[in-house]
């Protein structure tokens, strides 16, 4: 818990720059535009922007926020130091860095000899003096500067004397934050401590010595050692008061540090103020809403965010979490906009069911034999191959039926679907004819699909949609099918998942056959059925669904 006597602790995100260089990540000029504005609204002090001047889609950003500012963060245009042997006044880079408009730029140079030599093929001096013709031209230019030292860490631990030259050139020029990168992600956590402590002396005398004021130091983590995270929080405990990071830990090869996971641990654990508690509570959705936009499927697992982070699923665990849930959880979920999920499995036990019926706005007594019988029911069912705590649209249902409270409203009378292969053509065509009855009445349907579950999908809202035009809303978002049992060949048992939603939740309901298109038909349909329960019983369901902020993101139905 922060308070106004907190002390503060400033994020720099970097999900638009070095975020972008995960492999498969691509964003368009509007992609960033939606993440810039999400994060302006969770109140991140500093947002890097990407590097104007570099590709023509940066160049229209920074143009895009000239003319719409952001209401509450600054900013931030990214940039190298000045090429060898010219001069910071004269190139062509940094007229576009000036051209973009930001009050600050973030300017990296090298820390490690290595790669003065062998990667800008230049001397040690002409680095140094890159550094600060750089800097001062910004700052003449009446920009505030951020200095990124890369790969600092290494370059300290092959040449500290030099590395540490680099610094004092930066200071000299006026630099305002000295970031300190590991950018291999190789350093340990007593080691940045080590390092941080040194620059944090060094940097005192090297300011006092030309009178004037200490930079502060900041840190930016790779998570090439899984270690971003510990290694950030080391850097803050050793002095640094800037964090570099991106939303979920995107980055180039294993990843950046995850503001995620860095924000909840920095202002819950160690009392810094980084982010408002009403912001602090949007963190969850902010993670989700970024994951769908840059089209990424969110980590289910991922610590404070994920939609497993407060999820217990052993009976004990959930009998102990009912009465407090300090026994089994770190935080309250609440406070970064999570919440608690009871798992249902064959390793569930009463508690669960009971505790999974009260999300469902069902209060069910241990003493009740339908509660038993629920138990027994999803055991007996898991044994067969179905696995519940992956489709908890598909425990409901089941738990209405037990309680005698699931309503019918379509009966499936029968199923066919055709498959043309045509040589040559990657795709199927498909055509699925339907009979389904509705309030007595006898429909015929048929529709085509590329595959045979889509063309099964789509005969079936095309049946009913008439009778519930809310069907027209639902979309088939995500379909998995897993072989059970492969040594038994093409009579093997198929699980099918199918995620479904309308716009403000997703919900997942499986099936299960020895025919893939049974299992499928299975799932699909429980899929549409789940959903039309949440237009005729919204206060019980709606209370274990997560509705859309603003943005128009959804998220992961429990």
Same mark, same amino acid.
């Given at each position: 818990?922060?308070?106004?006597?907190?002390?503060?602790?400033?994020?720099?995100?970097?999900?638009?720059?070095?975020?972008?260089?995960?492999?498969?990540?691509?964003?368009?000029?509007?992609?960033?535009?939606?993440?810039?504005?999400?994060?302006?609204?969770?109140?991140?002090?500093?947002?890097?922007? /990407?590097?104007?001047?570099?590709?023509?889609?940066?160049?229209?950003?920074?143009?895009?926020?000239?003319?719409?500012?952001?209401?509450?963060?600054?900013?931030?245009?990214?940039?190298?130091?000045?090429?060898?042997?010219?001069?910071?006044?004269?190139?062509?880079?940094?007229?576009?860095?000036?051209?973009?408009?930001?009050?600050?730029?973030?300017?990296?140079?090298?820390?490690?000899?290595?790669?003065?030599?062998?990667?800008?093929?230049?001397?040690?001096?002409?680095?140094?003096?890159?550094?600060?013709?750089?800097?001062?031209?910004?700052?003449?230019?009446?920009?505030?500067?951020?200095?990124?030292?890369?790969?600092?860490?290494?370059?300290?631990?092959?040449?500290?004397?030099?590395?540490?030259?680099?610094?004092?050139?930066?200071?000299?020029? %006026?630099?305002?934050?000295?970031?300190?990168?590991?950018?291999?992600?190789?350093?340990?956590?007593?080691?940045?401590?080590?390092?941080?402590?040194?620059?944090?002396?060094?940097?005192?005398?090297?300011?006092?010595?030309?009178?004037?004021?200490?930079?502060?130091? *900041?840190?930016?983590?790779?998570?090439?050692?899984?270690?971003?995270?510990?290694?950030?929080?080391?850097?803050?405990?050793? *002095?640094?008061?800037?964090?570099?990071?991106?939303?979920?830990? =995107?980055?180039?090869?294993?990843?950046?540090?995850?503001?995620?996971?860095?924000?909840?641990?920095?202002?819950?654990?160690?009392? =810094?103020?980084?982010?408002?508690?009403?912001?602090?509570?949007?963190?969850?959705?902010?993670?989700?809403?970024?994951?769908?936009?840059?089209?990424?499927?969110?980590?289910?697992?991922?610590?404070?965010?994920?939609?497993?982070?407060?999820?217990?699923?052993?009976?004990?665990?959930?009998?102990?979490?009912?009465?407090?849930?300090?026994? =089994?959880?770190?935080?309250?979920?609440?406070?970064?906009?999570?919440?608690?999920?009871?798992?249902?499995?064959?390793?569930?036990?009463?508690?669960?069911?009971?505790?999974?019926?009260?999300?469902?706005?069902?209060?069910?007594?241990?003493?009740?034999?339908?509660?038993?019988?629920?138990?027994?029911?999803?055991?007996?069912?898991?044994?067969?191959? =179905?696995?519940?705590?992956?489709?908890?649209?598909?425990?409901?249902?089941?738990?209405?039926?037990?309680?005698?409270?699931?309503?019918?409203?379509?009966?499936?009378? /029968?199923?066919?679907?055709?498959?043309?292969?045509?040589?040559?053509?990657?795709?199927?065509?498909?055509?699925?004819?339907?009979?389904?009855?509705?309030?007595?009445?006898?429909?015929?349907?048929?529709?085509?699909?590329? %595959?045979?579950?889509?063309?099964?999908?789509?005969?079936?809202?095309?049946?009913?949609?008439?009778?519930?035009?809310?069907?027209?809303?639902?979309?088939?978002?995500?379909?998995?099918?897993?072989?059970?049992? /492969?040594?038994?060949?093409?009579?093997?048992?198929?699980?099918?998942?199918?995620?479904? /939603?309308?716009?403000?939740?997703?919900?997942?309901?499986?099936?299960?056959?020895?025919?893939?298109?049974?299992?499928?038909?299975?799932?699909?349909?429980?899929?549409?059925?789940?959903?039309?329960?949440?237009?005729?019983?919204?206060?019980?369901?709606?209370?274990?669904?997560?509705?859309?902020?603003?943005?128009?993101?959804?998220?992961?139905?429990?």
């Amino acid at each position: 818990m922060t308070t106004n006597s907190s002390p503060q602790l400033w994020l720099y995100d970097t999900t638009l720059r070095d975020g972008t260089q995960r492999e498969g990540l691509s964003v368009s000029i509007e992609d960033k535009l939606r993440i810039v504005r999400r994060l302006d609204q969770l109140g991140i002090p500093f947002i890097e922007g /990407g590097w104007p001047g570099a590709n023509p889609k940066d160049v229209q950003f920074f143009w895009q926020l000239q003319e719409d500012p952001l209401k509450h963060s600054e900013i931030v245009a990214f940039c190298s130091t000045r090429r060898p042997h010219t001069n910071a006044a004269s190139e062509p880079m940094l007229q576009a860095i000036l051209a973009a408009g930001t009050r600050w730029v973030t300017v990296f140079g090298k820390s490690w000899d290595l790669h003065v030599t062998t990667g800008l093929k230049t001397t040690l001096e002409e680095n140094l003096a890159m550094i600060r013709d750089t800097i001062e031209y910004l700052g003449s230019q009446g920009r505030r500067v951020i200095y990124d030292a890369e790969h600092w860490f290494d370059g300290y631990k092959h040449n500290p004397d030099y590395a540490l030259k680099t610094l004092a050139a930066a200071i000299a020029s %006026g630099a305002e934050w000295l970031v300190l990168c590991d950018t291999n992600g190789g350093t340990l956590p007593h080691e940045v401590t080590e390092i941080v402590q040194a620059v944090n002396r060094h940097s005192s005398l090297v300011a006092d010595k030309a009178q004037m004021e200490i930079p502060q130091i *900041g840190i930016h983590t790779h998570n090439d050692s899984d270690l971003a995270v510990a290694n950030a929080l080391a850097a803050v405990m050793a *002095g640094a008061r800037m964090v570099q990071g991106t939303i979920n830990g =995107y980055g180039e090869r294993c990843g950046n540090a995850n503001l995620c996971s860095l924000i909840p641990n920095l202002q819950l654990k160690l009392g =810094y103020s980084c982010i408002g508690e009403d912001e602090l509570a949007q963190l969850t959705e902010a993670s989700r809403f970024v994951s769908e936009v840059v089209n990424l499927a969110p980590d289910e697992h991922a610590p404070f965010v994920g939609m497993s982070a407060f999820a217990h699923k052993g009976g004990i665990h959930v009998s102990a979490v009912e009465r407090n849930p300090l026994t =089994y959880e770190h935080i309250q979920p609440e406070q970064v906009g999570n919440r608690r999920r009871i798992v249902i499995s064959e390793q569930s036990g009463l508690s669960n069911v009971l505790a999974k019926a009260r999300t469902l706005g069902i209060e069910l007594d241990q003493r009740q034999p339908e509660a038993r019988q629920i138990l027994q029911k999803m055991k007996d069912l898991e044994s067969e191959g =179905y696995q519940f705590e992956a489709a908890e649209a598909s425990f409901a249902l089941l738990m209405y039926e037990a309680l005698g409270k699931r309503r019918q409203f379509f009966e499936i009378n /029968g199923f066919q679907v055709h498959c043309d292969l045509i040589a040559g053509k990657e795709t199927t065509n498909s055509l699925a004819t339907i009979k389904v009855s509705v309030n007595g009445e006898n429909i015929l349907e048929a529709a085509e699909g590329i %595959g045979p579950v889509a063309a099964l999908d789509a005969a079936l809202r095309k049946a009913l949609v008439k009778f519930y035009p809310q069907i027209a809303e639902f979309e088939l978002t995500d379909y998995k099918v897993r072989i059970l049992n /492969g040594n038994t060949g093409t009579t093997a048992k198929t699980r099918a998942l199918v995620q479904s /939603g309308n716009g403000h939740q997703r919900w997942t309901t499986l099936g299960v056959s020895t025919n893939i298109l049974e299992a499928s038909y299975q799932a699909v349909v429980a899929g549409l059925e789940y959903g039309l329960l949440l237009y005729s019983q919204p206060k019980a369901l709606f209370i274990s669904s997560e509705k859309l902020k603003s943005q128009n993101t959804t998220v992961s139905e429990s």
